[in-house]
């Protein structure tokens, strides 16, 4: 493969750019499917620059990144957009958050079904087995479906 062209990965991932001798070389980007895509310049097929750009937009910087961090806790689109009337949480990035199916568990690359193990992406398609230690990660700190999280009414 040589010239300009795609390549679409068995994850669904997809790179659009050049090609040299079957590798990517030159400018390209792979497009992931929950939508964020990875800008760069490859070498050899090994990127020499480039940038990660979220599904939401937001970029990625590897220096001076504050993004969530210990001291800023909002999500992007809380920076981007401004934050929710009090009493209206925020749970997710997505607003409105994913619904998650019963008895599953929202681990941000998909849904977890803690009886067989298994992450689905939001589309419902095989991802992975969780190991013990993911599961363990996931009941401790992921959104569980029907947490008490509804739809805001207003007040009349």
């Known amino acids: 493969m040589e ?3 795609f390549y679409q990965l068995p994850t669904g991932t997809e790179y659009r750019g050049a090609l040299w001798d079957g590798m990517f070389h030159g ?4 497009l992931f499917p929950d939508g964020s895509k990875y800008r760069a310049l490859w070498h050899r097929g090994v990127p020499t ?15 001076e990144w504050h993004y969530c961090d210990g001291y800023d806790r909002r999500f992007y689109t809380e920076i981007r957009s ?20 019963e ?13 067989t ?10 991802l992975r087995n969780a190991d013990k230690d993911e599961h363990d990660w996931i009941l401790r700190t992921c959104r ?4 008490g999280v509804g739809e805001h009414t207003p007040k009349p």
Do not use: M, S
């Open 3 to 5: 010239g300009h062209g």
């Open 27 to 30: 400018e390209g980007e792979l």
């Open 49 to 63: 620059q480039g940038k990660l750009i979220f599904a939401d937009g937001l970029e990625y910087e590897e220096k």
């Open 82 to 101: 401004g934050f929710k009337p009090p009493g209206i949480p925020q749970l997710t990035n997505l607003d409105p958050p994913k619904t998650i199916p």
């Open 103 to 115: 008895g599953c568990y929202d681990c941000g690359d998909g849904f977890y079904n803690p009886e």
């Open 117 to 126: 193990r298994v992450i689905v992406d939001y589309k419902f398609r095989f």
């Open 144 to 147: 569980k479906a029907g947490a």
